[in-house]
């Protein structure tokens, strides 16, 4: 912890296209802020469409378990697969809601430097609809271009092996490489090495709101 900056949400949500989307993206980080804070997991499609996914619900709510995140506190829509830009009206209201309903303090998305369509829709009617609201971006590996974290959050071994554990609920994805342990740890051990830590959970900044804290202002909080 010596030297980090410390940041801190009252209400964090994570914003995804598909299940799987924010374990990938984000999965050691939200083990390690669960206990301390309110979480929204939302993913904007249930994926449903397709009949080889019928077990992809299930898994997603096994895999935020996991990572310590209630039912309560998970939402699922059912916005179409790969037709996200068709809807973008729509899931803008969508968002609209959810930042009056739950008014988060940090927003959670897809890098900018994804190229799926779905995600980066997510990703252009967030910062509309979050206006006024710190917005990091997470990398979905399999999907992004030039994607490099200037925004880096230190986790803890125990962090990652949740993670690990989380996205291994994905029996339907099990054959994909970028379900593979090793590539999970060792995305996160570069991560940490990026940081100087162990491990890191890597964003890119789409947005940064803050205030600068002085040293009595930082006393009197603890």
């Given amino acids: 912890m010596a030297n980090n900056l410390l ?7 994570f914003l995804g296209a598909h299940p799987d989307d924010i374990e990938i993206g984000s999965g050691a980080l939200i083990a390690n802020i669960a206990p301390h804070t309110e979480l929204r997991c939302v993913t904007l499609s249930d994926n449903q469409k397709n009949p080889a996914l019928t077990h992809l619900v299930e898994e997603h709510y096994r895999s935020m378990e996991v990572l310590g995140v ?10 179409e697969t790969r037709r996200f830009p068709h809807y973008r009206q729509e899931i803008l209201e969508f968002m609209v809601d959810l930042n009056h309903t739950f008014n988060p303090d940090i927003v959670f998305v897809h890098t900018k430097a994804d190229i799926h369509q779905d995600h980066s829709t997510v990703t252009e009617e967030a910062l509309r609809a979050f206006r006024g609201k710190t917005v990091l971006g997470f990398d979905v590996i399999r999907s992004s271009y030039g994607f490099f974290p200037h ?14 554990a989380a996205l291994a609920e994905y029996k339907t994805y099990a054959s994909k490489y970028y379900f593979d ?24 900044i789409l947005r ?15």
């Fill in 7 to 13: 940041f801190y949400g009252k209400r964090v949500c």
């Fill in 70 to 79: 209630p039912e309560s506190s998970i939402i699922l829509g059912t916005f």
């Fill in 208 to 222: 940064i709101i803050g205030a600068f804290g002085c040293r009595e202002m930082l006393d009197a909080c603890e």
């Fill in 151 to 164: 925004f880096l959050c230190e986790v803890t071994e125990e962090d990652v092996e949740k993670k690990i």
């Fill in 181 to 204: 342990e090793k590539i999970t740890r060792a995305t996160l051990v570069r991560n940490g090495a990026i940081a100087e830590r162990p491990y890191a959970e890597g964003f890119d």
